[in-house]
């Protein structure tokens, strides 16, 4: 396979100790919290679906690494796409899901556009995507984890606070904010989350889902675990703030400001946590939206990114027909990152405001 070839601009050139294999192992190790949680929390078949992900995408990997004669299977990359793929899954997925998720994943999204480097959407999200539009209904079909399994009644076992909320909403029950809905409609919350609740003001079902007590993909419900893997992250410099900040920031104050429209409750009156906490949003910020190949080189180039996310997410999420979106709206914003990389460039070394003050001198 011909890779593509690089255009190296003038020095000054800056080394760096990191290299690919260590940066996608580091990636992968900051996953490992969320990841154990995951399988505590909604048994040892979550273990079984990650398996099934990391496997299929590794051998992927080196299938099509054999025929273009390229060895790539442990840099990390294939490793990762499986392990991002497994915990995007819901636990009581077929086995078969993962399997063709991570294939699409690898073989379509990554390899058909030249590999690793040159593949221009998240192939962990595509691969995810994918599968979602193909298995629609075992793909939204979840499991609660063991905390709340024996506090549920069975009319719940299938439902995240997200997608509760969204069919509640979606039946009439306006002029209720989502933690009235939640609680109104009967929704679990642990003890400990209700005994934090009383102290903090939080409302339990934000306690819940912070600390990983709903509903949902195995490796998405924590939100404390994968913000300490994104801490882990960026006390290592493989990923920066601009994205997971902007990110996180606009969906939240995007949901405070217009979260309550939809519920007939005006404006500045939707909830701010309980939007970055739920759903698959930490697990994109953190992991899939900060990816090098799909996201924009500048600092100013990510802070759109994340603000574009941001707004995608929030739009889906309140005023389109699914209660998550996450994914979808990284990739249409890895669509437009070509676009901003062309308008949004580097500075180049010693471009600064007195060089072209003298310039404009020298000239007149």
């Not at 193909?134 to 439902?159: E, H, N």
């Not at 739009?315 to 990284?330: N, Q, T």
Request: positive net charge; aromatic residues 12%; contains cysteine.
């Amino acid at each position: 396979m011909n890779k593509p070839s690089l255009t190296v601009s003038s020095s000054p050139h800056l080394h760096a100790k990191e290299h690919t294999a260590s940066i996608m192992w580091s990636v992968s190790l900051a996953l490992v919290p969320a990841t154990l949680w995951g399988i505590y929390a909604f048994g040892l078949r979550s273990l079984l679906v990650l398996g099934v992900s990391i496997v299929t995408a590794m051998l992927c990997e080196y299938l099509l690494g054999r025929m273009s004669k390229e060895s790539t299977l442990w840099d990390g990359s294939a490793f990762l796409t499986g392990l991002l793929v497994g915990m995007n899954m819901s636990p009581t997925v077929p086995l078969y899901i993962p399997f063709v998720a991570s294939a699409f994943a690898i073989f379509v999204a990554k390899w058909v556009f030249g590999g690793l480097g040159a593949n221009w959407i998240n192939p962990a999200l595509a691969g995810r995507v994918f599968v979602f539009f193909s298995f629609t209904t075992p793909m939204s079909t979840y499991k609660l984890p063991r905390a709340l399994a024996v506090l549920a009644p069975d009319s719940l076992s299938s439902a995240t606070p997200l997608s509760f909320t969204k069919t509640a909403l979606s039946s009439g029950q306006l002029g209720l904010d989502s933690n009235a809905l939640l609680a109104q409609g009967g929704y679990p919350s642990t003890g400990i989350a209700q005994s934090i609740a009383s102290v903090t003001g939080f409302s339990p079902y934000s306690i819940d889902t912070f600390l990983g007590n709903v509903g949902g993909c195995i490796g998405e419900v924590s939100a404390l675990l994968l913000l300490v893997g994104g801490i882990y992250l960026l006390i290592r410099k493989i990923i920066t703030w601009h994205v997971p900040l902007t990110y996180l920031g606009s969906v939240g104050l995007l949901s405070w400001i217009f979260g309550g429209l939809p519920s007939g409750l005006g404006l500045f009156s939707g909830l701010f946590f309980p939007a970055i906490f739920s759903g698959g949003l930490m697990l994109g910020a953190l992991f899939m939206a900060t990816d090098y190949v799909t996201s924009p080189i500048t600092h100013k180039g990510q802070i759109l990114f994340g603000l574009g996310c941001g707004f995608f997410t929030f739009l889906f999420r309140y005023f389109g027909s699914m209660p998550e979106a996450v994914s979808v709206s990284i990739l249409l914003m890895n669509i437009v990152t070509p676009t901003i990389d062309r308008y949004i460039v580097p500075r180049k070394f010693g471009d600064t405001r007195e060089y072209r003050k003298q310039l404009k001198g020298a000239k007149v």
